[in-house]
Structure formats: structure tokens, C-alpha cells
């Protein structure tokens, strides 16, 4: 009789790379989409965030439709959703890639909307969504152990800490160069060329994920007849999920917002890349100083608890950032490096907020969707995502940036109250969505998986 082996660090590094293959390309097109069409291509702010938040309400089919399919497909000699990852990795690395066609900047501007659309939407919604939903819902089938699924946690946030460390430190001081006044530009050549890096790293980091990790628990085919009535019926009565909705919007219109507008305040408003670079090593630090702590402190106060406390510290530091209004770079970065304390915190514990919803759901209401949940918290992110880069796009056609008023007084004191204050608002209406709209606090958290470890018995 064949043993599965023990959870342990081939599982750990295994799902690390999964989400280091995703942010390849994810963490890419939050700092340097937006610019590489504001700047290289001459789009506007305002269409290239309308793209975005057309194609995540997209997603509220195609991820729902994703997580059907993984629910209901049979489970192979590797797994449910393994194999997943190895079906789709090649195609999201060249629909990134694509997304940065720089030898079509020259095209007329109606062909390089729709190119821009279409590719966006095909590595988006269409195989993004075929690889990170069953990545993210396959942490419930590693292991059954609560501790097991925060330390996967802590170890995808690593996994994405890894590649912002590539994206955020080594990017900004390839992808541009100074003009003839001596501002920071970006090369639309250069930013071709260091997609093209990224999504062969993808596939790499897709294909150790693959290998190094293992399904424990046995989650079976769904075989019930879908009812897109009864899907929404009982997840409209689902109230930790509605919970981790809100707190995810909320959150990723903080996170994104940072990481975006980071193209441009620094290279606009300081005049420095060279900070750019360094604001996200900082970042990529303080992840992995916290994930030293994390689990054990959230195992003390509870996820739930220990996120508002994280949201709250993280707001309140970006709203003294504001009214400072610092001309230096390098005080910018030491405030976002201590507002970034209380983003780490609560990105090495949301990933396993959603398991604690999965088995809620699991005790609550006898039957277990691990995709199915999975998909919906995804869709949500991908609205956090929208909103964040919808927001940001209109902020910055309503402050008047263009290829032509990029270094203009008036436009980069917009963008200083950009980078601050939407993400501040963020940090706060996610510590008031845990609060009072997410129901799972740390007792029981602890009661649903006592219940869980019975009836597997």
C-alpha cells in the first residue's frame, strides 16, 4: 500500500514557487502596465483603468466558470488541481509577454486599444484564471492542519515577496533612461525585453511548484447539477465569504494602489529610480522579517484580530506620509518601509483566511467547494484590482498626466496625494470589513477544525 509522505518543506517550497510564478506576471502588470501604455504607447490613464476594471467584471464569469470546472473535474494520480498548473503555465507566460508589444507603438492609437484589450483580457481572464484558481484552492488540499495552511501562507507571500524582489529592485534600473533633460523615461524596448524574462522565470517557478508539492486530502469530484441560482443563493448567505470579499477589495486597492503608483512618483515626483528600486527591497525585507512572527502571532490574537490591527497600523502611517509631503526620496521610502509592517502582516495570513472560510462552509452547510470559493474570493481580488488601477488611472487623467505633462509641478504633487491617500483609505475600510463583516475570530477558527478532524475520523 502506497504512503503519502508528510507535509513538509518540499510542499512549502513547492507552493512558494506557485506564487512566484504568478507574480511574474501578475506583480508586472500592477507597476509597470499602466506606465508602459501612459508612456510608451500614449494611452490615457483614464482608458488604460477602464480596461481593467471592464476586464475584471469579465472575470466574475470566467473565474466562476474556472472554479466550476476544477470542482468538477476527476482527480489524477497527482491530484485535483495540480495538474492544473502544468496545463496552463506555457500559455499565461506568452499572453503576459504579449501584453508589451512595444514594436507596435507606432500603430495607429485605435489599433493599440484593441491590442491592448485583447491581451489583457486573453492573460487575465482567460489564463490567469485557468492557473491561480486552482493554485490558490489547491492550499486545502496539501494539508487538513490549520498551522500547515498558515505556514502555506506565509510561504506564498514569500513566493510573491521573490518576485517583486526581481520586478520592484532589478526592473527600474534597466527599464529606463534619461532624455535630453535628464528625466527618467521609460523604454518601451527594454520593458519588452524584461517580460520576456519574466515569463520564461514563470514557467520555470509553475513547473517546481508542480513537482515539489503533494494533495494530501482527497477532495472529490462534484457531481451535482449546476444551479448558477443556487450557487448565488448560498453564497449571499455565506457571511465569512462576503467578509473576505469586502476585506480583499479593500485591502488590494491599498496594496496595488502602492505598488502602481510607485512608476510614478518616483521617477516623476523624485526624480530618483534609484529609490524606486529600493522601496521595493525594503518591501521584500519587512515580508520576510514578519513572516519570522506572523503565524505565531496569529495563532495568539487570531487572523481576523491581528489583520485590523495590521490595516489600522498601515493607514495611520500613510496618512502622516501625507501632510509630511517630503521633497526626499529616501524619507518616502523609510515611511513606506514602516507603513509596509502592517501590509506584510496581513498578506502572510489572508491566504489562509480563505481555507478558515472553506472549511466554515464545510461545517456550516455539510458540503465542501473548495474551487468554487476559491474562484469567487479571486473574482474579488481581481475587483480590489480594478478598483485600484481603475481609481488610479482616473485620478491621473483628472491631475492631467500625459506623455506631455509628466514632470509638471501641479501634476506631481497629484501624484505624492495619490500614492498616499487612496491606499490609506484602503488600509481603514479594511480594518472596519474585518471587524464588522467578518465573522471568523480566532475561537472559531479552532472549533471548526476540532469539528473537521472529528468527522474525518
Not at 512566484?20 to 502596465?33: A, E, K, R, Y
Not at 534619461?178 to 522565470?201: F, Y
Not at 457571511?239 to 505598488?259: D, F, R
Request: hydrophobic share 50%; glycine share 8%; net charge positive.
Amino acid at each position: 500500500m502506497q504512503t503519502t509522505k508528510k507535509f513538509g518543506l518540499s510542499d512549502k517550497l513547492g507552493y512558494l514557487f506557485g506564487d512566484f510564478g504568478n507574480d511574474f506576471t501578475f506583480i508586472l502588470s500592477t507597476m509597470f502596465l499602466m506606465k508602459f501604455y501612459t508612456d510608451v504607447m500614449g494611452v490615457s490613464g483614464g482608458l488604460v483603468g477602464t480596461m481593467m476594471m471592464l476586464a475584471r467584471f469579465l472575470d466574475a464569469f470566467t473565474d466562476v466558470a474556472m472554479g466550476e470546472i476544477v470542482d468538477r473535474s476527476r482527480p489524477g494520480k497527482r491530484g485535483k488541481f495540480l495538474p492544473w498548473i502544468g496545463r496552463m503555465c506555457g500559455p499565461v507566460a506568452v499572453a503576459s509577454f504579449l501584453m508589451y508589444a512595444s514594436w507596435f507603438r507606432n500603430m495607429p492609437m485605435g489599433f493599440k486599444i484593441f491590442w491592448m484589450f485583447f491581451t489583457y483580457i486573453l492573460w487575465g481572464s482567460v489564463f490567469y484564471t485557468s492557473i491561480n484558481i486552482p493554485y490558490g484552492a489547491m492550499a486545502s488540499a496539501v494539508s487538513s492542519e490549520p498551522r500547515d495552511r498558515a505556514t502555506l501562507s506565509n510561504f506564498r507571500t514569500i513566493g510573491a515577496s521573490l518576485a517583486a524582489t526581481i520586478i520592484g529592485v532589478v526592473l527600474p534600473l534597466v527599464v529606463y533612461y534619461k532624455d535630453e533633460e535628464g528625466n527618467s523615461v521609460l523604454s518601451g524596448t527594454n520593458m519588452m525585453l524584461a517580460a520576456l524574462v519574466c515569463s520564461i522565470a514563470a514557467v520555470v517557478c509553475y513547473l517546481l511548484c508542480l513537482f515539489l508539492t503533494t494533495e494530501r486530502v482527497k477532495v472529490p469530484q462534484k457531481t451535482e447539477k449546476f444551479s448558477l441560482k443556487e450557487l448565488l443563493v448560498s453564497l449571499g448567505h455565506n457571511k465569512p465569504l462576503i467578509g473576505i470579499i469586502v476585506s480583499s477589495v479593500c485591502m488590494l486597492m491599498a496594496q496595488l494602489t502602492l505598488q502602481g503608483m510607485a512608476a510614478y512618483i518616483y521617477p516623476n515626483y523624485f526624480g530618483n529610480v534609484a529609490a524606486q528600486s529600493a522601496s521595493s527591497f525594503v518591501g521584500v525585507v519587512i515580508t520576510l522579517f514578519c513572516a519570522i512572527f506572523t503565524v505565531k502571532l496569529s495563532e495568539k490574537l487570531g487572523r481576523k484580530e491581528l489583520g485590523v490591527i495590521a490595516a489600522v497600523f498601515s493607514g495611520i502611517v500613510l496618512v502622516v506620509t501625507y501632510f509630511l509631503h517630503t521633497k526626499n526620496a529616501w524619507v518616502f521610502v523609510g515611511m513606506f518601509g514602516i507603513a509596509y509592517i502592517g501590509l506584510a502582516v496581513f498578506s502572510l495570513i489572508t491566504w489562509a483566511m480563505i481555507t478558515d472560510v472553506i472549511d466554515d462552509t464545510e461545517v456550516q452547510l455539510g458540503e465542501r467547494s473548495d474551487g468554487t470559493i476559491y474562484a469567487v474570493y479571486s473574482f474579488a481580488r481581481k475587483l480590489g484590482q480594478a478598483l485600484s488601477s481603475g481609481l488610479s488611472g482616473f485620478l491621473l487623467s483628472a491631475i492631467g498626466y500625459s506623455q506631455a505633462t509628466a514632470f509638471d509641478e501641479g501634476v506631481v504633487n497629484g501624484i505624492y496625494m495619490i500614492t498616499c491617500l487612496v491606499p490609506a483609505l484602503g488600509f481603514f475600510l479594511l480594518a472596519l470589513s474585518l471587524q464588522f463583516l467578518y465573522p471568523l475570530g480566532r475561537l472559531r477558527v479552532e472549533e471548526n477544525a476540532k469539528t473537521l478532524a472529528k468527522k474525518k475520523r
